[in-house]
């Protein structure tokens, strides 16, 4: 398996998030102070957010920062 980048197990995680709680990315930026484009540029790896809005979009979720981008324990 090979080694994930940050902004892409955020993203997955995120999109995960989103779903299991049934709503959107637009909610999710809104609430997080953030615009669904700059949401989009996070997940893409375009812009390299500081902690405050990854802590905003993971309290946006209802997740700590650290769930928000860690990785998956599949085992």
């Known amino acids: ?17 989103v779903f299991e709680r049934g709503t959107t990315l637009d909610e999710v930026a809104r609430a997080a102070g953030i615009t669904r ?15 405050d809005v990854v802590y905003r979009i993971a309290q946006a979720v209802g997740v700590t920062g650290s769930e928000l981008i860690a990785e998956p324990n599949y085992n």
């Open 37 to 51: 484009e700059q949401l989009d540029a996070i997940c893409t790896g375009e812009i390299d957010p500081d902690l």
């Open 1 to 17: 398996m090979t080694e994930r980048r940050g902004y892409e197990v955020l993203a997955s995680n995120l999109h995960r998030l």
